[in-house]
């Protein structure tokens, strides 16, 4: 086991072949389980269905070797999603590199809340800025086909990211902006707008732990111990809404009570904050009359 508490594969001659459920059950071969089928789907290149359904399938050599050298570098820190090349979100699968933030379950709370806010019989304007994998972006477009989504990111390699998963997904009322946050736009307005922002204090200790290690930094901190991109966002937001339109923010774990401060002095009404899967309060917003 190592200092992270992280079980160390048994290092078995490679001409000894396992089937997928002795990899999957045995504790001597994984880091954690949900990480082993996230990894043996990949090598494989199929699906959980797969796995429980051909448990007694061999490994080859070759995949049982490329098995092996994932977990080595999963027990070394690297995240699953990036060892993989994709992550799960919502309700599709996304393409991952280290240009772009890890899509986590505690963001699909903003796509609730922003569906809950798209009207699903007639168009509308969406806005997604800081798009990074283009996940959230997406997942309106796929769940709202009569709304054109706005996706905003200045990171060129985000932006191919993002275009590789809209395209992955047959998206077609999708535009991609590359752009730092609002500057894209002159007179636009959107009916909804959402972002994802960084929101982590500049030097707080856990940008040095975990997956997070590995993630883009500037995707993930900010000035204004977190809030200087939220208070750019919700300062200049009026200014591209449509009347009774809503912005909506994911933030930080404490960050919910200045959010809507901000957002008051903004001049939004109707103002809420709702808690993630884990109970933290993660997603707050408002309507601008």
Not at 101 to 108: A, F, G, K, S
Not at 189 to 194: E, L, R
Not at 219 to 227: E, K, M, V
Request: with cysteine; hydrophobic share 45%; net charge negative.
């Amino acid at each position: 086991m190592t200092g992270d508490g992280l079980l160390v594969p048994v290092q078995e001659n490679l001409d000894t072949l396992v089937t997928i459920g002795e990899l999957l059950q045995s504790p001597a071969n994984v880091i954690d389980r949900v990480d082993t089928r996230w990894i043996l789907q990949s090598i494989l290149n199929t699906d959980a269905a797969f796995l429980i359904a051909h448990s007694e399938q061999l490994l080859s050599t070759d995949q049982l070797a490329c098995f092996r050298q994932m977990i080595a570098r999963r027990i070394a820190g690297e995240p699953v999603a990036y060892l993989t090349g994709e992550r799960g979100f919502y309700d599709l699968v996304f393409e991952v590199t280290p240009d772009v933030l890890i899509p986590r379950p505690e963001t699909e709370l903003l796509v609730e809340m922003a569906l809950s806010k798209i009207p699903s019989d007639r168009k509308c304007n969406i806005l997604d800025l800081g798009t990074g994998s283009g996940a959230i972006a997406i997942t309106l477009a796929r769940h709202r086909s009569d709304a054109c989504v706005t996706a905003v990111d200045f990171s060129p390699g985000a932006m191919a990211v993002a275009r590789r998963n809209a395209r992955m997904h047959a998206v077609k009322n999708i535009v991609f902006v590359e752009a730092d946050w609002f500057s894209g736009f002159i007179r636009e307005k959107f009916d909804v707008i959402v972002a994802n922002p960084p929101y982590i204090a500049e030097g707080d200790p856990h940008l040095k732990q975990g997956d997070l290690r590995f993630e883009p930094l500037i995707a993930l901190a900010a000035r204004d111990n977190g809030l200087d991109c939220i208070r750019t966002i919700i300062t200049q937001a009026p200014d591209y809404l449509e009347p009774s339109g809503w912005l909506m923010l994911e933030h930080g774990y404490d960050q919910a009570d200045v959010c809507r401060e901000l957002l008051d002095t903004a001049g939004f009404t109707c103002l809420f904050t709702r808690p993630d899967i884990a109970g933290t309060d993660r997603v707050t917003g408002g309507q601008y009359e």
